[in-house]
Structure formats: C-alpha cells, structure tokens
C-alpha cells in the first residue's frame, strides 16, 4: 500500500537538482538541500501546550484528558503538513496561513479544550479555564512545535528524553467462548470490542499514573483495577445473555472479570473474536500483542497479524494503547459484518475482499501509521508496520 505524504518525497526546485525532505516529528519542517534555489523553508505552528498547564487531572478523567492531548497533538502534526505544502507550493494571498490555516486551527483546538474542561466537570472537579491555550502562532522556519505527548510539567518544551518510569499494563484473562451462534456473534463481538477497550482505557490511567504519580499504595487497586472489573463484568454479561437470546445455552464467564498487572513495558492478550474455527490474534496492548482465543462459530472471521511493536515509551503509552484497541475494534467490526454474511449473503465472489478485507487494510494501515507517529513524536526510533495492515480469513 502506498504510503502518505509523510514519507521523504524528492522535489525539483527550479531546475536544479535539489532535494526536500519532509519530516514528520515535533513538527513538519520543509528544508531544500543543495544549492541556493530560492525555495522558502517551511515554518511550523507555535501553539502553547496544554499538559503542563492542567491542573492535577483526576483518575477518572485521565483517559479522556490524554485522548484530547493527543488529538491537540494531531491537530498540530496535520496544519504542519498543510504549511510544508504551502512552502513548497504558495497559495492564496498575504492572509492564507492565518484564514485557512492558524483561523481553523484555532477552531479545533477550542472544541478540544472543551472537552478537557468537560472531563474535569464530570469527574466532579474544578473545571479548569483553558481557553487562552486556542490560539497558536508561527515558529521560525526548521524550529519544532512543541507537543504535549512529550511534554511533562516543568518541562513544557522537548519531549524526548523523558525520565518518566515506564508504565504497567493490566493482564486481563482472555475469555473462554463457546461456539458462538451466527444470531450471536455481532453482539458478542461488539463486547469483545468493549472489552479491548476497556482495557485501553485502563492501560493509558497506568500511563498517566506512571508520568504523575498520585493517591497511596493502593491507588491502582482502587481506582483502576477495581473498575475495571466492574466495568469487565457487565461486558461479560452482556455476552452471556446474547447467547441465551437466540436459545444457546448461557456460557458462565464470571472468572474473566478480575485483572491483575504486567510488569513495566509488558503487554497482555487481546480479547480476539467470535467466529469461526480459529479465533484471531488479538492486538492486546503496548510492548507484546498476544493471541487472543476468539472460538468457532458458523461465520468466518478475519485473519489479521498482531503488530510486532517494539518496547514502547512511557510517554507514547497510551496513543499506542488507544491504536492498538482501534485495530481490535476494526477486527470486531469486520468480523460483525462476515457473521451479518453468513447469515444473509450478498454480493458477488469479489464481495467480501472489495467490501470487507479492503477497508480493513485501509483502516489499519491508518492506525498502525500513527502508531509509528506516536513513537516518532517521542524522539523514539520510528518503527515499520506496513506488514501488519493486510489481513485474511480464517
């Protein structure tokens, strides 16, 4: 598959063999190599980040607080591009970069910081006042934007080097499914889907917990594990009573609620899918995505390889988290959609790779690049999981 326009592109630049690479880090920064050609490097966005201005974030909002921050983050990556593409291509007259650019970025970054007020407010903590953070500036051309991925307080500049402890990650057992009837299966996998996500959430709380370190000894117990046992057992349930919905015998899966931890940097097995004869990989979480033990069922499901991801950084955690659970999602959905098949057929011979396996590869390719992102944004060797987008059938 082909890849975006992160990747170095070769540029002509007034008939002179020189060459412009495009980076994608802290920031995208534009530079022609070689002679004088007159080409203008890009500049990048200024925006004042946000991580180091929040007050202390509480547990239960720390997920929602760190999905936000990396959508800020996000934000700034893709208005960097649109400026590296303005250098090497202008267009628009003198107000361009403040009316299509800085103008609809400030836009975004509003609604976002809303939605960190909001997380504070429905936690039942002060709402903190962050609209002063919406408006961002230019650097100097080759000078990064400054991230909040990376950005710890006192420390509102680099990224990088960061000391923070690696993170934990919770070691939830894989639930053991019986055949799960066709009428069945989409429900069951949309809990599978809640289950991986739950554990996402709960990965990027340790993640937080690992950066900024609050509550006593037993705060992980009480404000992480113990949740999400609860939140695990009402999945389960649900499970359960899909099954007992369509005349199956109810599976009893009340020994799956309970999940302990891995050791910093480990990961834990993902929750795989409903289908038939062999149950996919799981992605499980950062550092070691293991197989999960989805179990047979009368449709077939989707054959996807777990990423092989390095050892991830603390501070790239829970972006890394929240991919890997988007590709578990992505899973669940095909595989929703190859039960909803069976069921009722469709389509000619071509239908289930050109609706089906196709937008799953398309999808995953997206997820995986920004998990590449998530290392790269950290200082973190950038790894490569194109291998990973396409996936098969069981």
Sequence with gaps: MARPMRKNAVLKLGGVGALAVLLLGGGLQLAS??????????????CPTVRDKLPAVPASAAAGVERELANLDEEIARQNERLAKQA??????????????????KSKRVAVLDRIEINFNRAGAQRPNLDALATC?????????????????????????NTTAAA????????????????????????????????????????????????????????????????????????????????????????????????????????????????????GNAGNGNAGNG??????????????????????????QAELANLDKQISEANARLAQQAANPQGGANFINNAILGPLKDKRQAALDRIEIAFNRVGAQRPNLDNFAACGLN
């Design 295 to 320: 179990n047979a069922g009368a449709a077939r499901t989707v054959n996807c390889p777990t990423p092989q991801i390095p050892a991830v950084p603390a501070q790239a955690a829970a972006n890394v």
């Design 88 to 105: 090497a291509n202008p267009q628009g007259g003198a107000n361009f970069i403040n009316n299509a650019i800085l103008g609809p970025l």
């Design 33 to 46: 190599a070689g002679e004088n050609t007159g080409s203008t490097a890009a500049q990048t966005v200024n």
């Design 137 to 161: 500036g230019l650097n100097a051309p080759g000078v990064a934007s400054a991230l909040n991925s990376s950005v710890k307080a006192g420390n509102a500049a680099t990224g990088g080097n």
């Design 168 to 283: 934990q990650t919770v070691n939830c057992p894989t639930p053991q499914i019986p055949a799960v009837p066709a009428q069945a299966a989409a429900n069951v996998q949309a809990e599978l889907a809640n289950l991986d996500k739950q554990i996402s959430e709960a990965n990027a709380r340790l993640a937080q917990q690992a950066a900024n370190p609050q509550g006593g000894a037993n705060f992980i117990n009480n404000a992480i594990l113990g949740p999400l046992k609860d939140k695990r057992q009402a999945a389960l349930d649900r499970i359960e009573i899909a099954f007992n919905r369509v005349g199956a015998q109810r599976p009893n899966l009340d020994n799956f609620a309970a999940c302990g931890l891995n050791g910093a940097g480990a990961g834990n097995a993902g929750n795989g899918n409903a289908g038939a004869g062999n149950g996919n990989a799981g992605n």
